[in-house]
């Protein structure tokens, strides 16, 4: 695997690859864009606590069925059905339990798990998440590759790594977000804020034309003729 990663099979076919997770971005597309629309419209009601704490717990237990299913097909002797099950249905039915429970805390009024979800420092955090997101593997192929020897694991010693993997790579998403990430955002504001107050103006100013086109009155006799014709009839009437 650390010579030629596409090699791996798991990692090439069914790890790496975009549409592997496809379900998953289909399903929370669908969901924020119906939890946006109906909460826009206001033809989204609350719910009831009841149903939202059932809601809430149908949710952990689909994410935890997820979580914890995983490591029990490596105990096991390899089933093909039972895997392809597993390898389909593991992301959707994970973001379908994150969406559960997004949703009744946000409708049911669920203060504990709510308040909790909506803390500050998560805000800041938030804009940091998909650097981690890029940066995190290089870390882990990073600290295996400058391994002498084999490396005997526990769960103290994976806790340890795994809080200093994402110690470093929050480091290091922080400052791809101060130095690229948040100038090219401001930099494109700016582009479509010139661009609007440019296409504004143009507006303005052909609505102000077209008024002051409307405004004129052409075709009276009178206003046509030159000065001097226009008092010479005047002095004879």
């Excluded at 076919?13 to 971005?25: D, E, F, N, P, V």
């Excluded at 669908?30 to 629309?37: A, K, P, Q, R």
């Excluded at 989204?44 to 009841?50: D, E, F, G, V």
Aim: with cysteine; proline share 4%.
């Amino acid at each position: 695997f650390l010579k030629d990663p596409r090699a791996s099979k798991q990692f090439h076919l069914t790890y790496i690859k975009s549409h592997t997770r496809y379900a998953a971005y289909l399903v929370g597309f669908l969901s924020g864009w119906c939890y946006t629309h109906y909460t826009s419209s206001q033809q989204l009601k609350k719910i009831s606590l009841k149903y939202a704490v059932t809601g809430t717990c149908i949710g952990f237990l689909m994410m935890g069925a997820v979580l914890f299913t995983g490591p029990m097909f490596l105990w096991r002797s390899y089933d093909a059905l039972e895997n392809a099950i597993y390898a389909a249905l593991n992301r959707p039915v994970w973001a379908c339990g994150l969406t559960a429970v997004v949703v009744c805390c946000s409708l049911g009024g669920i203060t504990l798990i709510k308040n909790f979800l909506c803390w500050y420092p998560f805000v800041p955090l938030s804009k940091l998440t998909y650097g981690l997101y890029l940066v995190h593997n290089f870390i882990i192929l990073r600290n295996i590759n400058i391994a002498r020897n084999p490396h005997h694991y526990d769960m103290a010693c994976m806790l340890l790594n795994a809080i200093g993997t994402i110690a470093e790579g929050t480091f290091i998403a922080f400052l791809i977000w101060v130095f690229i990430e948040a100038p090219v955002k401001n930099i494109f504001k700016i582009c479509i804020t010139c661009g609007k107050r440019e296409h504004n103006k143009n507006s303005h100013n052909s609505q102000n034309d077209a008024n002051s086109e409307r405004g004129r009155s052409p075709g009276h006799f009178q206003e046509n003729l030159p000065r001097g014709e226009i008092e010479i009839i005047s002095s004879k009437i």
